[in-house]
DNA sequence: ATAGGTGCAAATGTTTTGCTGTCAA
DNA sequence: TTGACAGCAAAACATTTGCACCTAT
């Protein structure tokens, strides 16, 4: 009880829809600006309310990276981020430690540990060769 | 050349000092509070600034936990964040998984990786016992 | 004497919210 | 019919910045 029945709406299906089909990790912004150009008086408002009840079923995850923007992603398959220190880009890794890091976290009985997330910081390829 | 030269102050001495003697991780309001008890004209402005000059330097770390403010935080040896779902208070775990996570990133070719962060979420031990 | 730091207040920029109208169920 | 959702604009809020003054070096 409590919880209100959600309802379909244009606007939410196609924010997430957008952010399933990137795998970039974008900010309300160019989500607005994207989702405009099907449903061009889309507010920037909205984005945000369906972001934000998207992120509390689930559906996509939030991260802040290190920047003063919230970035939202729609691939919530367990993964971990790289984040260039000097062009600021963000990369998905897919290494297999998650369940590792999870496993040693069983021997503390005062914490029931759900989610583990892990993010690399250093640098990326393209900054590397620009100025070795 | 174009870095400039620091120079010693009262209010950054004071600010690093507070963030050295707590283990909790404070947002600027409350580092503001604190330090105002002995320079009772510091802006928060000021605190800011130095914050900023502190991280540039390394000497002390900036995270976000998922709230829409900065948390900050003295101590920069190697560690990881355990932030409870429920009553949002956040826990350092002393794991030995770093090393172990940055070896597993020693093939990627195309990265040079040199930080990872780890971060928990579930519940805490207090949160478990209040509606088990 | 010089330039880095401070305090203060205004500006900035992102995210939230109140209100009124609309539309899915 | 009704209440969840949208659009719009204003509000809220943390953080940054411009400026004049102060102070470490």
């Known amino acids: 009880m409590g919880n209100k029945t959600e309802r379909y ?10 952010l399933r089909n990137t795998n970039t990790h974008p900010v ?3 989500i607005h600006k994207q989702a ?11 984005v945000y309310r369906n972001l ?6 689930g559906e996509i995850k939030k ?20 984040v260039c220190k ?9 290494l297999d430690v998650n369940e590792e890091i999870l496993a040693k976290t069983k021997k503390l009985r005062k914490f029931r540990v759900e989610e ?8 990326c390829f393209d900054c590397r060769m620009t100025s070795k």
Chains 1, 2 share one sequence.
């Open 9 to 18: 709406s244009r606007q939410k299906e196609e924010i997430y829809r957008i």
């Open 28 to 30: 309300a912004e160019w």
């Open 36 to 46: 405009k150009r099907k449903i061009s008086r889309l507010s920037l408002g909205t």
């Open 52 to 57: 934000n009840h998207l992120c509390q079923k």
């Open 63 to 82: 991260f802040t990276f290190g920047t003063q923007l919230e970035h939202y992603e729609g691939n919530i398959k367990p993964h971990q981020h790289f």
């Open 86 to 94: 000097r062009c600021g880009r963000i990369f998905d890794f897919f």
């Open 116 to 123: 583990v997330e892990v993010e690399f910081r250093g640098t």
